[in-house]
Protein backbone atom coordinates (compact mmCIF):
# COMPACT_ATOMS: atom_id res chain seq x y z
CA UNK A 1 0.00 0.00 0.00
CA UNK A 2 1.43 3.69 -0.83
CA UNK A 3 0.38 6.07 0.78
CA UNK A 4 -1.06 9.47 -0.28
CA UNK A 5 1.10 12.21 -1.41
CA UNK A 6 0.10 15.35 0.62
CA UNK A 7 -2.07 18.14 -1.02
CA UNK A 8 -0.56 20.88 -2.92
CA UNK A 9 -3.63 22.70 -3.87
CA UNK A 10 -7.45 22.43 -3.50
CA UNK A 11 -10.71 23.27 -4.94
CA UNK A 12 -12.05 26.40 -3.44
CA UNK A 13 -15.74 25.15 -3.05
CA UNK A 14 -14.59 21.52 -1.67
CA UNK A 15 -12.03 23.13 1.10
CA UNK A 16 -14.98 25.69 1.95
CA UNK A 17 -17.41 22.61 2.65
CA UNK A 18 -14.45 21.24 4.23
CA UNK A 19 -13.56 23.41 6.28
CA UNK A 20 -17.36 23.52 7.73
CA UNK A 21 -17.93 27.17 6.43
CA UNK A 22 -20.86 25.89 4.53
CA UNK A 23 -23.35 22.62 4.65
CA UNK A 24 -22.76 21.63 1.53
CA UNK A 25 -20.77 21.48 -1.55
CA UNK A 26 -23.26 23.09 -3.55
CA UNK A 27 -24.18 26.03 -0.94
CA UNK A 28 -20.17 26.65 -0.95
CA UNK A 29 -20.12 27.12 -4.60
CA UNK A 30 -23.42 29.23 -4.74
CA UNK A 31 -21.54 31.11 -2.40
CA UNK A 32 -18.34 31.56 -4.86
CA UNK A 33 -20.46 32.13 -8.24
CA UNK A 34 -22.46 34.89 -5.72
CA UNK A 35 -18.71 37.14 -4.70
CA UNK A 36 -19.43 36.29 -1.28
CA UNK A 37 -15.99 35.23 -1.30
CA UNK A 38 -12.80 37.06 -1.62
CA UNK A 39 -8.95 36.76 -2.48
CA UNK A 40 -7.15 39.85 -2.49
CA UNK A 41 -10.63 41.80 -3.21
CA UNK A 42 -11.28 40.03 -6.25
CA UNK A 43 -14.31 37.16 -6.41
CA UNK A 44 -13.09 34.06 -7.01
CA UNK A 45 -14.60 30.93 -9.19
CA UNK A 46 -15.60 27.66 -7.62
CA UNK A 47 -12.73 26.03 -9.19
CA UNK A 48 -10.12 28.00 -7.98
CA UNK A 49 -7.29 25.93 -6.83
CA UNK A 50 -6.39 27.33 -3.06
CA UNK A 51 -2.99 27.16 -1.33
CA UNK A 52 -1.33 27.42 2.21
CA UNK A 53 -1.12 30.76 2.95
CA UNK A 54 -4.28 32.13 1.11
CA UNK A 55 -5.66 34.93 2.35
CA UNK A 56 -9.82 34.45 2.25
CA UNK A 57 -12.36 37.05 2.51
CA UNK A 58 -15.94 35.42 3.31
CA UNK A 59 -19.12 37.23 4.12
CA UNK A 60 -21.76 34.72 5.40
CA UNK A 61 -25.07 35.94 7.46
CA UNK A 62 -23.95 39.56 7.35
CA UNK A 63 -20.42 38.83 9.79
CA UNK A 64 -16.89 39.51 7.68
CA UNK A 65 -14.50 36.36 7.63
CA UNK A 66 -10.81 37.29 7.28
CA UNK A 67 -9.46 33.63 7.14
CA UNK A 68 -5.86 32.26 6.14
CA UNK A 69 -5.29 29.13 4.66
CA UNK A 70 -3.43 26.83 7.38
CA UNK A 71 -3.92 23.51 5.71
CA UNK A 72 -5.31 21.54 2.59
CA UNK A 73 -8.28 18.78 3.14
CA UNK A 74 -10.35 17.48 0.79
CA UNK A 75 -12.17 15.29 3.25
CA UNK A 76 -15.18 16.58 5.71
CA UNK A 77 -13.90 15.74 9.06
CA UNK A 78 -15.08 16.80 12.48
CA UNK A 79 -14.90 20.59 13.62
CA UNK A 80 -11.68 20.45 15.32
CA UNK A 81 -10.03 18.65 12.61
CA UNK A 82 -11.89 21.71 10.15
CA UNK A 83 -11.17 24.30 12.49
CA UNK A 84 -7.03 23.35 12.16
CA UNK A 85 -7.54 24.35 8.21
CA UNK A 86 -7.54 28.00 9.04
CA UNK A 87 -6.66 30.75 10.91
CA UNK A 88 -8.96 33.67 11.60
CA UNK A 89 -6.92 36.97 12.26
CA UNK A 90 -7.89 38.90 15.76
CA UNK A 91 -9.28 42.04 14.36
CA UNK A 92 -11.77 39.81 12.10
CA UNK A 93 -13.08 37.78 15.38
CA UNK A 94 -13.36 41.10 17.73
CA UNK A 95 -14.88 42.92 14.82
CA UNK A 96 -17.36 40.51 14.46
CA UNK A 97 -17.89 40.03 17.97
CA UNK A 98 -18.41 44.02 18.79
CA UNK A 99 -21.07 43.78 15.35
CA UNK A 100 -23.03 40.95 17.33
CA UNK A 101 -23.34 42.69 20.04
CA UNK A 102 -24.55 45.95 18.39
CA UNK A 103 -27.13 43.91 16.60
CA UNK A 104 -27.83 42.03 19.90
CA UNK A 105 -28.40 45.54 21.58
CA UNK A 106 -30.35 47.01 18.73
CA UNK A 107 -33.46 43.88 19.35
CA UNK A 108 -32.92 44.52 22.75
CA UNK A 109 -36.45 46.37 22.75
CA UNK A 110 -38.18 44.23 20.91
CA UNK A 111 -40.52 41.51 22.42
CA UNK A 112 -42.55 39.48 20.20
CA UNK A 113 -45.88 38.74 20.58
CA UNK A 114 -46.72 35.34 22.93
CA UNK A 115 -48.91 33.97 20.41
CA UNK A 116 -51.57 34.71 17.84
CA UNK A 117 -53.61 37.70 18.07
CA UNK A 118 -57.39 37.14 19.35
CA UNK A 119 -60.67 38.21 17.94
CA UNK A 120 -60.60 41.60 19.43
CA UNK A 121 -56.34 42.03 18.49
CA UNK A 122 -56.97 41.14 14.96
CA UNK A 123 -59.83 43.62 14.56
CA UNK A 124 -57.64 46.93 15.79
CA UNK A 125 -55.17 45.48 13.79
CA UNK A 126 -57.29 45.28 10.57
CA UNK A 127 -59.00 48.62 11.62
CA UNK A 128 -55.17 49.92 11.92
CA UNK A 129 -54.55 48.88 8.15
CA UNK A 130 -57.58 50.71 7.00
CA UNK A 131 -56.34 53.88 7.33
CA UNK A 132 -54.50 54.42 4.33
CA UNK A 133 -57.95 53.62 2.72
CA UNK A 134 -59.38 56.58 4.10
Known amino acids: MTAAAPLTEVRADIWLWAARFYKTRSLAKQMLVSGKIEIDGQSIKPS ?12 RANELYEITVVALSEMRGPAVQAQALYSESDSSRLK ?7 RKLANAGYRPPSG ?14 DLDAL
Open 116 to 129: KPDKRARRLIQALG
Open 48 to 59: RQLHVGDTLHIT
Open 96 to 102: RESEREM
